[in-house]
């Protein structure tokens, strides 16, 4: 079955390490998006691909970087330049075409730990 | 900036009663308008999408969505839940100038006996 798989589900680190988080697709999807989810707070957009080897900021980049450099793979690194890392991250794939035959798929997450 | 609004982050309700789930996004010529749901440590369902025509959506587990562009609202309804109904739901929008998704806060539906 063709889905989205983010690994780990959960993932401890220290305050100070970069950690690197992945999202893996086999739908044949040219776009990727990673989402920012905080309680009380819905999801917020940290970075999006379109097309291999290119990729934009969303509303909350700052400390965070990605690549993209298979269209299957898009791995987010939280850095520790993120001043609030802890939170349910969320990678999402969309079809080609527009989004009237494309909506958002997403994995089921990975929720990382800072301490 | 396109942006939803989901003026309730928690709704409690008993089983087999109706439920209604507001989302009022801000208005624009042309906007898509979805609803997703999240169980939890999940990720989120894809539950209705209005793209055009009828205003009234029908989607998967017996949800409906009616789209009213002088309210701009788009309000998830289903006229009696289960217990398997409690979730967290998200309204996003789609604006004609935008190429991506904006989600609202959520709402935490939870359904008891």
């Known amino acids: 079955d063709g889905g989205i798989t983010q690994s780990p589900k959960y993932l401890f680190r220290k305050e100070g390490q970069n950690v690197t988080l992945s999202c893996e697709q086999n739908?044949?999807?040219?776009?990727m998006y990673w989402y920012r989810q905080d309680p009380g707070q819905g999801l917020r957009l940290i970075y999006y691909s379109q097309i291999v080897n290119d990729f934009q900021k969303g509303d909350i980049a700052e400390g965070y970087s990605v690549s993209r450099e298979k269209k299957e793979s898009f791995p987010l690194t939280v850095t520790s330049a993120q001043k609030n890392p802890t939170a349910f991250y969320l990678c999402?794939?969309?079809?080609?075409?527009?989004?009237?035959?494309?909506?958002?798929?997403f994995g089921n997450g990975t929720r990382l730990t800072v301490t | 900036a396109q942006s939803v609004t989901q003026l309730d982050s928690q709704v409690p309700v008993f089983e087999e009663a109706p439920v209604e789930l507001r989302c009022n996004y801000s208005s624009s010529v042309s906007v898509y308008l979805f609803w997703y749901v999240q169980y939890p440590n999940q990720g989120l369902q894809l539950l209705l999408k209005y793209l055009s025509g009828s205003t009234l959506v029908k989607g998967i587990n017996g949800f409906e969505a009616e789209f009213n562009k002088s309210q701009t609202s788009f309000h998830l309804r289903k006229p009696s839940v289960h217990i398997s109904d409690t979730a967290e739901y998200f309204c996003a929008v789609k604006d004609s100038g935008y190429s991506t998704l904006t989600f609202g806060k959520g709402t935490m539906l939870l359904v008891s006996p």
């Open positions: 999402a794939s969309r079809g080609p075409g527009g989004w009237q035959n494309s909506p958002l798929h």
């Open positions: 739908l044949n999807h040219d776009a």
